[in-house]
């Protein structure tokens, strides 16, 4: 099923590394351009030389700023004329409690997390509408954003945004049901991933029972990989063999 999105053009938020590499590598492994976002500039090139300048297109763009975004879609319009698949990856986490944080830390994690999807989300529908397309738009989500009571160890906002992005997609697909468009709503939730974010709120170590990013790289292909008839509102990922709780290490 995956061949119809052969020479397809995909967006990735926060490509430079981990998560969003890793799905932008597995993009390409089928045929599909991927124009790849993040801030770090020198990262993004690197994948590039990895994956293929032809096949990977790397682009400076901080999600907080919709400047930056509105110049990426206007890019894609004049490059390619079309957008087919947007994965919403970008994302932070605060490793301080709510309670001890500071507003503007409140403000980085939504506008990172919730707002920046929202209008990635607005103006891929308007690319996708315009060429007509038969889109996807992936949210890469958190086991946070549906049983944040198994989670006990600080995360700040990282929560709250998430629970907002998995509800950024129900609406999303309302509306794009009530508009007829031709449009899939994804929103992929993943227990612990083996990433620079994970680490930085918790000492992890490389084993059975940490997610590796190509576990969440197959995940979007499956959802991709579905008949046109059939719409996958929800994936859940956590290791095998064990739950998903964290709590305060001593």
């Not at 996807?136 to 600080?154: C, D, M």
């Not at 990922?237 to 064990?242: E, L």
């Amino acid at each position: 099923m995956m061949n119809r999105w052969s020479g397809k053009i995909a967006v990735v938020t926060g490509s430079s590394s981990g998560i969003g590499l890793a799905i932008s590598t597995a993009l390409v492994s089928h045929g599909i351009k991927v124009v790849g976002l993040g801030r770090r500039i020198d990262k993004l090139r690197d994948a590039a030389a990895e994956i293929g300048k032809d096949k990977f297109f790397p682009i400076e763009c901080d999600v907080t700023n919709e400047e930056d975004i509105l110049k990426v879609f206007k890019w894609i319009d004049e490059k390619f004329g079309r957008l087919d698949i947007l994965v919403n990856n970008a994302g932070v986490v605060c490793a301080r409690p709510i309670i001890d944080s500071k507003t503007e830390e409140y403000r980085r994690v939504i506008d990172t997390n919730l707002i920046a999807p929202a209008i990635f989300a607005r103006e891929a529908v308007k690319a996708m509408k315009k060429c007509n397309a038969c889109g996807h738009i992936i949210n890469i989500s958190s086991i946070a954003g549906l049983h944040l009571e198994g989670i006990a160890i600080p995360i700040g906002m990282y929560g709250p945004s998430k629970y907002g992005l998995r509800a950024l997609g129900i609406e999303l697909r309302h509306e794009i049901i009530a508009a007829k468009l031709n449009v899939k709503i994804t929103n992929i939730s993943p227990g612990a991933v083996m990433t620079d974010m994970i680490k930085s709120v918790r000492d992890v170590e490389s084993n059975n029972f940490i997610l590796k990013v190509e576990d969440i790289a197959e995940a979007v292909i499956y959802a991709l990989g579905t008949p046109e008839t059939v719409e996958i509102p929800e994936i859940t990922v956590i290791p095998h063999g064990t739950g998903f709780v964290f709590t305060q290490q001593d």
